[in-house]
């Protein structure tokens, strides 16, 4: 098959599917074990510096932020981040230092709330290198051929623009209908941090609520730490198994983190936290306000809870609740001190 | 001109009125999601909203945040995937995709990715996200974008979604879908769609107080100029009251 276009993007996280059976075979146990443990030995056990990282979640949905702020405050360094719609997460990331490389579907804004200062600054002065363009569909394909054990899938996204020139896809022939088709490589993350509303304490996982692409994500890991809301008894999977989006031979740890997703939404439980939000992007318009955020909510609190405490606690929480219940309206910082 | 409505009410408004009932739409943030909550509460009750994190034909109850939030699967027939939503796309069962845009070009490409150069950007916008996949792959693609002279250009800094690349059969000589494409422009000037022959972008009609001379001015590229060129309707009382209805923190309407 003849070479159409090359994408000039740095292809990252690639492995051919033989060695990554081989390594699977060796490095990702079948059994069905006790995973739990913190999130500070998590870390420490699986994000190694200069790692390929990605998160599951969406921009601020179901983000492991309890994940994100251990990997701050370990000082995790040269990180290559997966941008997919990657948010809060890589905003913080970033902003904190932790992050070199970046390869990029949507990053550096915050959706409604505008362009992410700290990660702008950091992009647009060389400090986090963008290595590859690529669209949302194309990561969570790039995803979905890893989880397959292939080593690309074709699509038809991308094709004929500068997406795809800067992104790390081929275009060839296809040999059935005659017509160019992107061929996406296979993208495994290192580590992938997930935040879901159950697991046993094995790993196998529950999601409430759409699934964005963590199906194909959590099967794309080589390493996989699971923080969850909950942790449940392995009845409670057994019963209903056709709830289970991960089961637990993915899974390397099992942390509990309830409202380990704070600031982001957790579907059904939280909303998304905008005055905490806005906080961070008024702070992060300097390289000073990010340092007074990280001291103050990363490196001044010990864990979790002392964290959520300083974000308002129970009564903050239950408000965020309500929130995502529609059982009472949301609270929005003024745009100008949002902007 | 004095006026009882917000231009971005008009600008929902217009975009609204391109959504047919008993079609599908995938939408982006923002006003898209304000346009299409509009058609599904007055002309297109059965308007199948798809999201692309995986909310599919909810009934969406107040303006999500994001195009992940809850309120993107609200009563909705599924909370599906990524995959399932962008699947369905590339098989063609979109009709509408809807999106926004920092840059675009006569043929309807647009850049969301960067200003300036992207190895060294003035300007590092947030990249493709779904963009580049809605503008792919469903049937008719339609932006509302701010228009101005920086906007509505005759060379795009990065080409992130595909237009109608660079003229007639380029998408399909790519190997995009058939039969796909950009449809419909929306800004706070005019409306425009595009030239069956050229494929290069044209005036439909201009807002009330907007002469074709203001429109011109405000792109950097030749806009074509049909003999008849309409003028838009204002928003009706009722359609602004459903719109604060919709937004009523005026995350988008009033901004």
Request: with cysteine.
């Given at each position: 098959m003849d070479v159409l276009q090359a994408g000039q993007g740095q292809l990252v996280g690639w492995h051919d599917p033989d060695e990554h059976r081989a390594w699977v075979a060796t490095h990702k146990s079948r059994a069905l074990k006790d995973k739990r443990t913190t999130v500070r030995q998590a870390i420490a056990n699986y994000v190694t510096d200069g790692a390929l990282l990605a998160c599951g979640g969406f921009g601020h949905i179901r983000v492991s932020m309890a994940a994100i702020y251990e990997i701050v405050r370990q000082h995790k360094r040269d990180l290559t981040l997966c941008g997919k719609t990657a948010v809060h997460d890589s905003d913080i990331l970033i902003a904190a230092g932790c992050v070199r490389r970046i390869e990029v579907a949507y990053a550096f804004g915050h959706e409604l709330r505008g362009l992410s200062p700290a990660s702008r600054r950091a992009v647009e002065s060389g400090r986090?290198?963008?290595v590859a363009e690529i669209s949302n569909a194309g990561y969570q394909w790039r995803f979905l051929a890893a989880a397959m054990g292939l080593p690309f899938i074709p699509t038809?996204?991308?094709?004929?623009?500068d997406t795809l020139a800067h992104s790390s896809a081929r275009v060839v022939q296809d040999p059935f209908s005659g017509k160019p088709i992107a061929l996406l490589p296979a993208c495994y993350p290192d580590v992938v941090l997930m935040h879901v509303h159950r697991c046993d304490r094995c790993g196998n996982a529950q999601i409430d609520g759409i699934v964005i692409e963590d199906f194909e994500l959590a099967r794309a890991a080589r390493r996989l730490i699971v923080t969850t809301e909950e942790i449940v008894d392995e009845e409670v999977i057994r019963e209903q198994p056709?709830?289970?989006?991960?089961?637990?031979?993915?899974?390397d740890a099992v942390v509990a983190a309830p409202y380990g997703a704070h600031p982001a939404l957790m579907p059904g439980h939280y909303y998304f936290d905008e005055e905490h939000i806005g906080e961070w992007l008024r702070l992060s318009k300097t390289d000073e306000g990010v340092a007074e955020y990280l001291d103050k909510y990363v490196y001044g609190v010990e864990d979790l809870a002392e964290y959520l405490e300083l974000i308002g606690g129970q009564e903050q929480m239950e408000y965020l609740r309500q929130v995502e219940l529609l059982q009472t309206p949301l609270r929005t910082p003024r745009p100008e001190e949002s902007a | 001109m004095k006026q009882d409505y917000d231009p971005t009410e008009l600008l929902a408004y217009v975009a609204a009125g391109l959504l047919e009932d008993d079609k599908s739409v995938f939408v982006g943030t923002g006003l898209p999601m304000i346009a299409a909550m509009l058609a599904q509460r007055t002309h297109?009750?059965?308007?199948?909203i798809v999201f692309e994190a995986g909310g599919i034909g909810p009934q969406v109850p107040v303006l999500p945040i994001s195009v992940g939030d809850s309120r993107t699967f609200y009563r909705a027939v599924a909370a599906s995937s990524m995959h399932d939503v962008m699947s369905a796309s590339q098989a063609g069962y979109l009709d509408y995709g809807f999106l926004g845009a920092a840059q675009i070009d006569p043929y309807g490409n647009l850049n969301t990715t960067v200003i300036g150069e992207w190895s060294a950007p003035q300007v590092r916008l947030p990249g493709s996200g779904g963009a580049n996949d809605v503008g792919s792959l469903c049937w008719r693609t339609i932006v509302v974008m701010r228009q101005d002279r920086q906007r509505f250009v005759e060379r795009l800094d990065f080409l992130t979604t595909p237009g109608y690349l660079d003229g007639p059969g380029a998408r399909e000589r790519a190997?995009?879908?058939?039969?796909s494409g950009p449809y419909r422009v929306i800004t706070q000037l005019g409306l425009y769609g595009f030239d069956a022959t050229s494929r290069r972008m044209t005036l439909l009609a201009t807002h009330p107080g907007v002469t074709v001379e203001n429109v011109q001015a405000q792109s950097g590229f030749e806009l074509l100029v049909p003999a008849e060129v309409e003028t838009s309707e204002p928003p009706p009382p009722e359609v602004c009251r459903i719109l604060r209805e919709i937004d009523p923190t005026g995350m988008v309407i009033g901004k």
């Open positions: 986090c290198q963008v038809r996204v991308m094709l004929g623009t056709w709830r289970t989006l991960i089961p637990y031979y993915l899974v | 297109a009750p059965n308007l199948l190997g995009l879908p058939a039969g």
